[in-house]
């Protein structure tokens, strides 16, 4: 998601160094999500987990949501504010809160611990949203 996320934002660096997009071009890295996708797609149907197959389709489903509501910018009747932290829950909380919550699963643990890993992963997601925006602002990450 990430060579898909650098070229919607059309960066050129990430943590200091060059992205995907910015040695290979759009094209390619494009094809390379879409690669990389695929690849971890067939290595979670091998699972034979339906749970956890949902669980982390939701999460493309989510990331998609989360790059059009960047694009768009805040236009519904929400505070700017609600629109940020529901966006940063699409873009990156929904896929560690998930990713949680699938090794929860596949562990074999009950339901409070399923919860506690989703809640975990999911403030885990969006500290680190909220870190790599500070850094596009403060000008380090690009």
């Known amino acids: 998601s990430l060579f898909h996320d650098d070229v919607i934002d059309k960066a050129t660096t990430r943590r ?5 997009n910015q040695v290979f071009g759009n094209k ?6 879409d690669f990389l996708l695929s690849r971890a797609s067939v290595s979670l149907a091998r699972l034979r987990n339906l ?3 949902e669980l982390l389709s939701t999460v493309i489903e989510h990331l998609v ?3 059009i509501m960047q694009m768009k910018g805040s236009s519904t009747g929400r505070s700017a504010l609600e629109y940020y932290l529901r966006k940063n829950f699409y873009k990156t909380a929904s896929l ?3 990713s949680c919550l699938a090794a929860a699963v596949l562990g074999g643990y009950n339901e409070d611990l399923r919860r506690a890993a989703y809640l975990y ?4 997601g969006q500290a680190f949203q909220l870190i790599d925006d ?3 602002f403060e000008g380090k990450k690009h």
Do not use: C, F, P, R
């Open 51 to 53: 749970e956890v197959v």
């Open 28 to 33: 390619l890295a494009i094809l390379g999500g």
């Open 16 to 20: 200091n160094m060059s992205t995907v």
């Open 134 to 136: 500070a850094l596009d």
């Open 121 to 124: 992963g999911t403030y885990v």
């Open 65 to 67: 949501k989360g790059e």
């Open 96 to 98: 560690m809160g998930h």
